[in-house]
């Protein structure tokens, strides 16, 4: 069932008859097909989950358009899978000129709470349709993933303390500021090794989950990848850390630094 919506959708976007006209050109070298990214979850001591992106080696065609293919999986494990299992899946199809999706796929399963959806968006039409219908959006406007690909093609090399990236995403049916304040740069101490990192600040939607605005801290690396290598976060009941472990197929040497 799943692979029928999906091959529905396709048929759909490509029957909006894209072209290159109207869209935004972004060029960049932060990422390439092959690349794999993997994480580890702690949630408070707890040893909670781990977490992978993976960019599929092979392009898309969506409308005639290259895209790449985007999978992000999220899972509990250890102790924490027994009280609260986590399964998530999310997937974007992400235009390769533009770096704006055209389909984006959700199937979470957390402690219980289900949600499968598939989003298609029409930039032409500043439009998304999905399960619960169809809506208005803003221009280049992004989903969870795409966003994160796109913020590691944004140039940073001028920004000052305080400068913000703005970026909106569309997500459970609302559109979402994503912004991201540029904090500075500083050397993070990793399994891996220490290595020079850009810190940022996403300005997050108070009282949902998050106690403070600016309660979330992630490190990138400062080197053309920006990959994310710490996350860091206080939310209403404890606080969580997301450790970068292993990577793969990275477009660009990665910036290590001596101890």
């Known amino acids: 069932m799943k692979t029928t919506i999906v091959t529905l959708s396709l048929l759909i976007i490509s029957s909006f008859g894209l072209h290159a006209q109207g869209l935004r050109n972004v060029k960049h070298n932060s990422f390439a097909p092959g690349e794999v990214l993997k994480f580890r979850i702690h949630y408070g ?20 358009r290259s895209c790449y293919n985007v999978v992000g999986k999220g899972k509990s494990v250890g102790a924490f899978d027994w009280f609260f299992k986590v399964r998530d899946h999310y997937e974007s199809y992400i235009d390769a000129q533009s770096m704006l999706p055209w389909l984006f796929i959700r199937k979470i ?28 959006v803003p221009d280049n406007v992004q989903d969870l993933i795409s ?3 796109y913020a590691r093609t944004l140039d940073m090399t001028s920004a000052s303390k305080g400068t913000i990236f703005e970026i909106e995403a569309f997500l459970d049916d609302e559109i979402i500021p994503l ?4 904090v500075g740069t500083e050397k993070v101490k990793t399994k891996l090794g220490y290595i020079n990192c850009i810190v940022l600040k996403p300005m997050l939607v108070e009282g949902r989950v998050f106690k403070e605005k600016e309660d979330m801290t992630i490190w990138v690396s400062n080197d053309a990848n920006k990959i994310p290598v710490r996350v860091q976060t206080n939310i209403l009941v404890g606080s969580i850390k997301m450790d970068l472990v292993s990577y793969s197929g990275l477009a660009n040497p990665i910036a290590f630094a001596k101890k």
């Open 45 to 64: 001591f707890i040893d909670a989950g781990e977490a992978t992106l993976e960019v599929n080696k092979e392009m898309k065609k969506i409308g005639g």
């Open 109 to 136: 399963d957390e402690g219980g709470y289900k949600k499968n959806q598939n989003v298609s968006f029409n930039h032409y039409k500043n439009s998304v349709k999905c399960e619960e219908g169809e809506f208005n």
């Open 147 to 149: 966003a994160f690909y």
């Open 179 to 182: 912004h991201i304040k540029y």
